[in-house]
């Protein structure tokens, strides 16, 4: 039996490293997890996100995933004015089996982005990030085979572990690289590779042990503005780790009440799509520096049965402190 379990929670750590590494459909709003080379990459002085995502609830809590950074400019004055240097901290958690398996991880990342023109509309930029990841196996929130007898469930086994919470701690480390650029401050596209587990660390639990394969995501979008009111954002990424792999696509309306202030209200409608997985609409509203996010997945896969076709809701948060004072840096927004 225990080394039947150790299959099971290998193939499902290694499932989750692969498929919720980590797994936002608002992808655009959590940028740290999404490009080391994003780090910086805003118009500001600094910006913080937050993201809450909850995948399957009908499913036991199948995955809870909740994501936080924190990034701003450094040396400005020391560099051209054309450039942008950035400094990062970001962190997440990823529970999943109803929280008995929970993933840490707090990363210190930095990225550059030199201007190929004098002012500064193109720009092509790296980002390193470093993460300490901690993993850890609540063993007491877990069932066994052993459990389960003829007088009924009885909750006592002969697993050596019964109740131990089991740890695996590592350095990960991650890179990418990006092409950002504009013909005007109304309109923005870009064009990213980013790479992460590039060290191919390794989960060690109770003897066993997984090699987490390298996540490679390939995304791109844009913004250009449709009429005085109304700018269209589109996105992508296509993204692969060992054997799996996802692709999403789409793009939302920015209808903005009062564009002729410097920070105008914005509402934003669209949606995306994650192919042969889920639909996923989004609404967002903007004021001030501040803009919200939510959308909710409506599953499509052969999970749907068992999920009831809900894939779970997800909220982001970005602050970008812009004061009037500062220089503008073109760059992407979604």
Same mark, same amino acid.
């Given at each position: ?30 940028? +740290? ?74 990363? +210190? ?198 999920? +009831? ?26």
């Amino acid at each position: 039996m225990l080394r039947i379990l150790i299959v099971i929670l290998s193939c499902c750590l290694f499932g989750s490293a692969q498929a919720q590494d980590p797994h936002f459909s608002q992808f655009f709003a959590s940028p +740290l997890t999404l490009n080391p080379a994003l780090t910086g990459k805003f118009s500001g002085t600094y910006r913080i996100t937050g993201n809450y995502r909850n995948q399957w609830p009908t499913i036991n809590n199948a995955y809870v995933t909740t994501a936080f950074s924190a990034d701003f400019h450094i040396l400005q004055n020391k560099i051209p004015n054309n450039d942008t240097w950035g400094f990062g901290m970001s962190g997440y958690n990823d529970k999943s089996a109803n929280g008995a398996v929970s993933f840490n991880f707090a990363s +210190l990342s930095t990225a550059y982005h030199k201007g190929l023109d004098e002012d500064g509309y193109h720009q092509i930029g790296a980002g390193f990030q470093v993460s300490y990841a901690n993993t850890l196996i609540n063993t007491s929130m877990l069932n066994f085979e052993d459990q389960l007898t003829a007088n009924g469930f009885t909750g006592i086994t002969s697993e050596t572990f019964n109740g131990a919470t089991l740890a695996s701690k590592y350095v990960d480390i991650n890179a990418g690289f990006m092409y950002n650029g504009s013909t005007s401050d109304k309109n923005n596209f870009y064009f990213g590779v980013s790479m992460y587990h590039i060290n191919r660390p390794k989960q060690n639990f109770n003897g066993g042990q997984n090699i987490l394969s390298p996540r490679t995501t390939i995304h791109g979008g844009g913004y250009f503005p449709v009429s005085p009111h109304a700018t269209l954002h589109m996105s992508a990424l296509h993204m692969t780790q060992g054997g799996a792999s996802e692709t999403m696509l789409g793009g939302a309306i920015q209808l903005i009440a009062n564009p002729e202030v410097e920070k105008p209200v914005s509402i934003y409608a669209g949606s995306w799509l994650r192919l042969n997985d889920a639909y996923i609409p989004y609404l967002g509203l903007e004021f001030n520096d501040l803009r919200i996010g939510v959308s909710y997945d409506l599953n499509t896969s052969a999970l749907k049965t068992a999920s +009831l076709n809900r894939g779970g809701i997800e909220i982001s948060l970005i602050y970008v402190r812009r004061p009037s004072t500062d220089r503008p840096i073109n760059c992407p927004k979604f």
